[in-house]
T-cell receptor
Framework: LAKTTQPISMDSYEGQEVNITCSHNNIATNDYITWYQQFPSQGPRFIIQGYKTKVTNEVASLFIPADRKSSTLSLPRVSLSDTAVYYCLVGDPAVSGSARQLTFGSGTQLTVLP | DGGITQSPKYLFRKEGQNVTLSCEQNLNHDAMYWYRQDPGQGLRLIYYSQIVNDFQKGDIAEGYSVSREKKESFPLTVTSAQKNPTAFYLC??????????????FGDGTRLSIL
């Protein structure tokens, strides 16, 4: 099971770009990388998923280098409402129903300051 | 709207009492999961189920039980054997078909406290 390592916390200011990096040195060939956002007293919410290179959607970008041993979630122009915990997970879609995708670390607490 | 509904939002348990947390989904997802989250911590997997009438233990199953009699329902019972049940409990579901690694969809949780 691929273990992930993220910074415990990060601070940023409104309007800045925030990059959160996750290390996953033992990622397997078929593993995808998924990021979630969690607000206090709520369930995590899916942000973005990728396998290699770069993925972009309406809220974030995900950069994955060629060796796939790390990934970086990029949040453009953050606002106060982006203050949350961000989790990085790796998993294998071929192992349907397994627990491979289901190990959440402690995540990264992002605090956006005015 | 499609989604996952957890109830109740807050639950109190007396010592020695079993309590059941409800989780219902109308997303037609195959897999369902229960997690426990303690303050300032990540999520830990309690049980998961891929198909009706089948489920597997996660990392911290002791003191908990589940059932999956219907595809849309996955209730969790916190038994008296769980000595430290105070936590935030999250239910999730996921499709097992389609391309890529289908993300999990979470409910808004049940906060369980001991009286």
């Amino acid at each position: 099971l691929a273990k992930t390592t993220q910074p415990i916390s990060m601070d940023s200011y409104e309007g800045q770009e925030v990059n959160i990096t996750c290390s996953h040195n033992n990622i397997a060939t078929n593993d995808y990388i998924t990021w979630y956002q969690q607000f206090p007293s709520q369930g995590p919410r899916f942000i973005i998923q990728g396998y290699k290179t770069k993925v972009t959607n309406e809220v974030a970008s995900l950069f994955i280098p060629a060796d796939r041993k790390s990934s970086t979630l990029s949040l453009p122009r953050v606002s106060l409402s982006d203050t949350a915990v961000y989790y990085c997970l790796v998993g294998d879609p071929a192992v349907s129903g397994s627990a491979r995708q289901l190990t959440f670390g402690s995540g990264t607490q992002l605090t956006v300051l005015p | 709207d499609g989604g996952i509904t957890q109830s109740p939002k807050y639950l109190f348990r007396k010592e020695g009492q079993n309590v059941t947390l409800s989780c219902e989904q109308n997303l037609n997802h195959d897999a369902m999961y229960w997690y426990r989250q303690d303050p300032g911590q990540g999520l830990r997997l309690i049980y998961y189920s891929q198909i009706v009438n089948d489920f597997q233990k996660g990392d911290i199953a002791e003191g908990y039980s589940v059932s999956r009699e219907k595809k849309e329902s996955f209730p969790l019972t916190v038994t008296s054997a769980q000595k430290n049940p105070t936590a935030f409990y999250l239910c999730a579901s996921r499709s097992l078909s389609g391309r890529g690694d289908q993300p999990q969809h979470f409910g808004d949780g049940t906060r369980l406290s001991i009286l």
